[in-house]
């Protein structure tokens, strides 16, 4: 008996100094007991864990007070599922006026975009390798890798170095990855996440490199560079390489061009599913032109990205851009631009949705990659802002006065009954008239305005969204960028590193840190 109680008494202690092992190697790993001598500078050679982390992970606010026997930890739980929002073009301005426009149609002044409600609110510079102004290129590889480069260039260093994404490190760290657009898949913003080109001009190669990329979730416009130059489709290619069927020969679901909308909407993923979904030629309508039965919003495309990547087990990382925001911005369409602000914010709205059901593992950061336009809330010396003006409006004046229906054709009276009609401009004052007509004249004189990357600039329509802007007292600067600092949001997992006010290039390092995956050369 007596040496089986001691046997017994022995493997209880056996067990519990196994207990105790585990237990300090479990700390081990996660956590640190401070030595006499120890400074942060010391604590982060011994540890691997940078003195920034631990003055965060710890809420230090003196480096010299920590003590011997103090448990410093080493890690914070990485969110499992990550939203990165872009707004091209997305300034303070664009954010505020979309909002004012939000409380008046909802009659309730306390009302708030969904962004707005975020409780961790930065600013951030904007800048490239190359200029104060920067493109969405150039923008778009900062907030992706941390890093500056030139503009036009995607996801490399200005000597041709290929960097890293928060994607490509994702993927490494195996969580699922998507991409969203309500631009061209090939456009600068999503290729800066999973290609790597020195410009965004190339979008046949970049497009091309989309395939082997392995993204899980796709979706966007411009099936132009992905079907074959002769198909059935109308195509931008230079060959005939079909990438759609390549994907197809990847295991990628395929939707392709508006005849597939309904077919996306009802596609329920049945685990590890892959998705391509291309639904226009080019870009997407901006939100106010968009026919809600041909093709979908860009809440519908991340409420299926996450139904789609939700399936993966270790997670997923999407980044999701409004990118129309700033094409409406470049034509100085107050119209299109609040349209499409708000669609953007309806799509954070789903993956706050999705923050609510999953607090202690989701991250949602929302950044802009610069502003467009120059706007001013507020014009001369009148401070007001008329925001009820553009309720009225029916239709986008970058794309509807520029190639559709209501592009002026030489019947002024037609023009004029349209713009009443589709814009609220009616008993235009004898000055407004004076200003559409002095470009009828140019018009009508054989001046065809220029046409760009993103919109017309035909002379009747800059007038005429010019009267409209004037009459909500809104004021354009330029119809390109604009090197004012950009506002950013976040809530979840991680949310307090991306406060404050800081360069882009941070939004990225800090994102990498907060999710433990690696960027680099």
């Not at 010299?64 to 091209?88: C, H, M, R, S, W």
């Not at 519908?300 to 990547?309: A, N, Q």
């Not at 006065?401 to 401009?425: T, V």
């Not at 909500?472 to 991306?498: E, K, M």
């Amino acid at each position: 008996m007596k040496r089986g109680l001691l046997s017994k008494s022995s493997l209880f202690l056996l067990v519990l100094s196994l207990v105790v092992l585990m237990s300090s190697i479990a700390l081990a790993a996660s956590a640190y007991t401070v030595k006499p001598g120890d400074t942060l500078a010391k604590i982060a050679i011994k540890t691997g864990v940078s003195v920034k982390k631990l003055v965060e992970l710890n809420n230090i606010n003196d480096a010299t007070l920590i003590y011997p026997g103090e448990i410093l930890k080493l890690d914070a739980k990485a969110p499992k599922y990550v939203f990165y929002f872009i707004g091209d073009g997305l300034g303070a301005a664009q954010r505020q006026l979309a909002e004012y426009y939000f409380k008046y149609q909802s009659k309730d002044q306390n009302a708030k975009l969904v962004m707005d409600k975020f409780p961790v609110a930065g600013i951030n510079t904007t800048y490239s390798s190359d200029s104060l102004v920067t493109d969405s290129a150039a923008a778009g590889t900062a907030l992706a890798t941390g890093y500056k480069t030139n503009n036009g260039v995607i996801s490399e260093l200005p000597n041709g170095n290929k960097i890293k994404t928060l994607l490509e490190g994702a993927k490494s760290k195996g969580m699922a990855t998507g991409l969203v657009s309500t631009t061209r898949l090939t456009h600068a913003t999503p290729a800066t996440f999973a290609t790597h080109i020195d410009s965004r001009n190339k979008e046949n190669e970049i497009a091309a490199q989309y395939v082997e990329s392995g993204v899980e979730y796709l979706a966007a416009g411009g099936y132009r560079y992905f079907v074959p130059k002769n198909g059935d489709l109308k195509s931008k290619r230079k060959d005939d390489r079909d990438l759609v069927k390549e994907f197809k020969g990847k295991g990628y679901n395929t939707f392709i061009s508006e005849a597939d909308t309904s077919q996306f909407r009802r596609f329920v993923p049945q685990g590890k599913d892959k998705v391509v979904a291309l639904f226009t030629y080019s870009h997407m309508p901006y939100e106010v032109d968009r026919d809600v039965n041909k093709v979908p919003s860009l809440a519908e495309m991340t409420e299926k990205g996450i139904d789609v990547l939700s399936q993966y087990e270790n997670g997923f990382f999407m980044m999701i851009e409004g990118g129309r925001i700033d094409h409406a911005a470049h034509a100085n369409d107050p119209v299109g631009m609040v349209h499409d602000t708000l669609a953007f914010d309806r799509a954070i709205s789903k993956a706050y949705k999705f923050y609510q059901a999953h607090p202690k593992e989701t991250l949602i950061v929302v950044a802009g990659d610069h502003e467009t336009g120059g706007v001013g809330l507020g014009f001369a010396k009148n401070y007001f802002l008329n925001v009820d003006i553009l309720t009225d409006a029916k239709v986008s004046t970058a794309d509807v006065l520029n190639y559709g229906e209501g592009k002026y054709d030489g019947d002024r009276a037609k023009f004029f009954d349209y713009i009443a009609k589709n814009l609220g401009l009616r008993d235009l004052t004898a000055k407004e008239k004076a200003e559409i007509e002095k470009n009828m004249d140019m018009v009508d004189k054989g001046h065809k305005g220029s046409a760009g990357e993103y919109g017309g600039y035909d002379p009747v329509a800059i007038a005429t969204t010019h009267v409209l802007s004037e009459r909500a007292n809104l004021q354009w600067t330029t119809y390109a960028h604009s090197a004012t600092s950009i506002p950013l949001s976040a809530i979840g997992v991680g949310a307090d590193s991306f406060g404050g006010y800081k360069d882009n290039t941070e939004i990225a390092k800090e994102m990498s840190e907060v999710m433990a995956v690696q960027l680099g050369k």
